[in-house]
């Protein structure tokens, strides 16, 4: 059974533009979530899309949006990139809300410059 | 607002001893708790998990203790391995009441040496 697939691996960005991240939850999972990682601050949640519906949000500006699709494949978007927005994005799914056992994809790692 | 914090950045343990990772939380309604892998380059792996209504879950090497008067967990690695050097993920996930949302802490870089 195919992995949670993350695109791209990697991006370069420059300060004010948009960018958007994608991610492919293993077939058969309907919950998406989103997560930043950076040096020191662990996962931070972003996000978590169930069945197209946003479920939960962290404590992100409005620059960080989501959605997700009716096949569950989810996409991030930020926009405004400010240099503090370089970090590893990472996607984890699972089969539904409630069930806490999460798979994550290798991550997108966003620098901003 | 951490409420998830583990509070050693990094830990260093001699092959086949013991490695113990600790993680206090503060959020009473956290009823899961999770403890996750993670290599370079590689999304977290999921490696042991316990419930609330347990205070010890054991998987080979790997055993989970949970402190609930204290909110505390730690996670156990008996006997340690140069691979398992890796960053340490705990997490915790509060049931319907609370939303199903679940937080992660900063996790602990953990390096056996040979």
């Known amino acids: 059974k195919a992995g949670v697939t993350q695109t791209p691996r990697y991006l370069i960005k420059t300060r004010g533009q948009q960018v958007t991240l994608s991610c492919s939850p293993i077939s058969g999972h309907r919950s998406v979530s989103w997560y930043q990682q950076t040096p020191g601050q662990g996962l931070q949640f972003l996000f978590e899309?169930?069945?197209?519906?946003?479920?939960n949000k962290g404590n992100f500006p409005g620059r960080f949006s989501g959605r997700q699709f009716s096949n569950s494949r989810s996409e991030m978007n930020v926009s405004t990139l400010e240099l503090g927005d370089s970090a590893l994005y990472l996607c984890a799914s699972s089969l539904t809300q409630g069930v806490t056992e999460a798979f994550f994809g290798q991550g997108t790692r966003l620098t901003v410059v | 607002d951490q409420q998830v914090k583990q509070n050693s950045p990094s830990l260093s343990v001699q092959e086949g001893r013991i490695s113990i990772l600790n993680c206090d939380y503060t959020n009473s309604m956290f009823d899961y708790f999770l403890w996750y892998k993670k290599y370079p380059a590689e999304g977290p792996t999921f490696l042991i998990s316990?419930?609330?209504?347990?205070d010890k879950n054991e998987d080979g090497r790997f055993t989970v203790f949970l402190n609930k008067s204290a909110k505390h967990l730690s996670l156990h690695i008996v006997p340690s391995q140069p691979g398992d050097s890796a960053v340490y993920f705990c997490?915790?996930?509060?049931?319907?009441?609370?939303?199903?949302?679940?937080?992660f802490g900063a996790g602990t870089r953990l390096f056996v040496k040979a």
């Open positions: 899309y169930f069945s197209e519906t946003q479920r």
């Open positions: 997490a915790a996930s509060a049931g319907r009441t609370g939303g199903f949302k679940t937080i």
């Open positions: 316990i419930s609330s209504i347990k």
